[in-house]
């Protein structure tokens, strides 16, 4: 498992790419050893999983009848859809990727998402914790939401079109398929195992 040092080093290296500066791959690991390591990224971004999946429970008890349970089975179900929501948009990538000829910059797209998707983990829960500490401030985490979801896109865009060689439009193609898939997958899949809140 990569040492705190060692993400802090990776994170380091995708700010650099995010300005486009090039020595940002010096600091990635993007071997395939380097590529499998990332998925520790999953790890350290567990905290940040377990508040989300305590404001899906809060929401799911509050719409359901009184006396209904959400247990060790509901959290698996919950599991299953982060593990779909990871898994899923990578291997279209690697479809997409292979498809444009670009099959060789495969791993470092996975593992430059992987370690990217945990910053952005940590500010979700963020405005998730405000959001339960402040419900008031609901309107205000609203517009949070769409302007990190924009920066995520945002960031998504300049790493990916860095390591795609400048290459805009298939920057564009690969961010969409990462998020879009992953944002209509989470809402089919929690609704087929009722663990939709609402």
């Keep these: ?5 060692e993400v802090q080093h990776y994170l380091t290296g995708l700010w650099l790419l ?21 998925f520790w990224s999953i ?31 509901y959290f698996f179900r919950l599991a299953l859809v982060e593990g779909l929501n990871w898994i899923v948009p990578l291997v279209l990538a690697g479809v997409l990727a292979w498809a444009i000829g670009i099959g060789s910059r495969y ?7 992987n370690w990217l998707t945990l910053p952005f983990s940590y500010a979700y829960a963020f405005l998730i914790l405000l959001l339960m500490i402040a419900p008031m401030l609901s309107g205000l985490v609203a517009l949070l939401w769409l302007f990190l979801l924009l920066a995520l896109i945002g960031v998504y865009m300049r790493v990916l ?4 060689d400048g290459h805009l439009l298939t920057a564009a193609a690969t961010t969409l398929l990462l998020l879009v898939p992953s944002i209509l997958l989470s809402d089919i899949v929690e609704r087929f195992l009722g663990v939709y809140p609402g």
């Design 43 to 73: 790890v350290y971004a567990l905290p940040a999983i377990a508040i989300s999946w305590l404001w899906l429970r809060r929401g799911y008890l509050a719409s359901m009848p009184e006396g209904t349970s959400a247990d060790a089975l």
């Design 18 to 38: 995010l300005w486009q500066d090039p020595k940002g791959f010096q600091h990635l690991d993007l071997s395939d050893r380097g590529t499998l390591r990332s």
């Design 1 to 5: 498992m990569p040492g705190v040092r």
């Design 161 to 164: 079109q860095m390591i795609c």
């Design 107 to 113: 791993s470092a797209i996975v593992t430059a998402v």
